[in-house]
């Protein structure tokens, strides 16, 4: 299968994607109801990545890739996530490409493991992100 869709872009994704679902919120141990925390300083526990930034790239990423890139990258993520299986590549694709879905980028930021679905798909056509970019 040849994808309009460069690599390197859909390794970028799934990096931005993994740095998104990998931030970990502040978190005051002092605080026996850390969600109702009123005071607006937070002791972190571990790093946080600023999800609002990462989230905002990986939006104008996907809405700035052509129509059909767009699809390709959610039907990847369908077949990732077993909504479709590789032999069914074309009817993920019309899915993907159906009018009446909301944005594309807002379907797969609303995905929880959007980088795993992602890896997921392009290892169904033996494809990988090794050795691509950053990405080991």
């Known amino acids: ?4 869709t460069p690599l390197d872009i859909i390794c ?9 679902e990998a931030s970990v919120p502040g978190i ?15 002791d972190v526990l571990e790093d946080e ?15 700035d890739l052509a129509e059909d890139q767009q699809a390709e ?16 590549w074309d009817d993920a694709l019309e ?3 159906d009018p009446d879905n909301e944005s594309v980028a807002d379907l797969l930021l609303d995905m929880p493991t959007l ?16 050795g691509v970019g950053q990405i080991d």
């Open 1 to 4: 299968m040849d994808l309009a």
């Open 12 to 20: 970028r994704i799934i990096q931005r994607a993994r740095e998104l």
């Open 28 to 42: 005051d141990p002092d605080n026996d109801d850390p969600v109702n925390d009123s005071d607006d300083e937070r």
């Open 49 to 63: 990545l600023d999800d609002d930034t990462v989230q905002d790239e990986l939006r104008t990423t996907i809405d």
């Open 73 to 88: 990258i959610l039907a990847l993520a369908m077949v990732g996530q077993g909504t479709y299986d590789a032999t069914e």
């Open 95 to 97: 899915e993907a490409n």
């Open 115 to 130: 980088s795993e679905n992602l890896e997921a798909g392009l290892a169904a056509f033996d494809m990988s992100c090794t």
